[in-house]
């Protein structure tokens, strides 16, 4: 089955201590991409990688870092959370990139006391 | 001002109503149009794929692009309770390459029986 795995679900954690949240796909797509979706503000991006060791920043990026070592992972880091990194996140992947990101995570709900 | 903006609803309707579902923009550049579909704690799921101006159907489902106006719908006919869900509409500028998608913040519908 196509999907993409985000690991973990939920994740209550505090203030300044760092946290990796997994990605994982299995349909050996170029492109991914991590998006943090607040109310009233929709989903928006935070980094997107196009291949191996290839990433860029997204509309958010502070406070995030992200790391492509092999085509189906693309880790989310965050080394210094803050209450303002509150939010839920999703990873998405896609096979062109250029169309539609057809692939989305189940999401990950991350709450920084 | 954003570049895409959505009504978050909620939008109720008795089952079996015709529901419309809207999005303007701003930027013109933009010419490929998506809806997608968000249940509760779920990832988003690409519903509807539209390029440029026109409708497109698919079941109970159209999705219509009014370049002229900056507008686009996404119908729903013969709504059902498991339609009860957030839509998003989502637009990207071109096709080749890496194209960033642009959310909307989403439109709550919920069909009751």
């Known amino acids: 089955e196509a999907q993409v795995t985000q690991n973990p679900r939920y994740l209550i954690t505090v203030t300044g201590k760092k946290l990796t949240v997994t990605c994982s796909q299995n349909m050996n797509h170029e492109y991914m991409s991590w998006y943090r979706q607040d109310p009233g503000l929709g989903l928006r991006q935070i980094y997107y990688s196009m291949n191996v060791e290839v990433t860029d920043k997204g509309d958010v990026p502070e406070g995030y870092k992200v790391s492509r070592k092999e085509k189906r992972n693309f880790p989310l880091i965050l080394e210094s959370p803050s209450p303002n990194q509150t939010s839920l996140y999703f990873c998405a992947s896609s096979r062109d990139g250029g169309a539609t990101e057809a692939f989305f995570g189940q999401g990950t709900r991350l709450t920084v006391v | 001002q954003k570049e895409v903006e959505q009504d978050p609803g909620p939008l109720s309707v008795p089952e079996g109503a015709i529901v419309s579902l809207n999005c303007t923009y701003s930027?013109?550049?933009?010419?490929?149009f998506m809806w997608y579909r968000q249940y509760s704690r779920k990832g988003p799921e690409l519903l509807m794929y539209t390029y440029s101006s026109g409708n497109k159907e698919d079941g109970r489902f159209t999705a219509q692009v009014d370049k002229s106006s900056k507008y686009i719908s996404l119908f729903i006919r013969d709504s059902q309770p498991s339609d009860s869900a957030t839509y998003l509409c989502a637009m990207k500028r071109g096709r080749t390459g890496f194209q960033k998608l642009v959310f909307g913040t989403g439109t709550r519908l919920l069909v009751s029986p």
């Open positions: 930027n013109s550049a933009f010419q490929y």
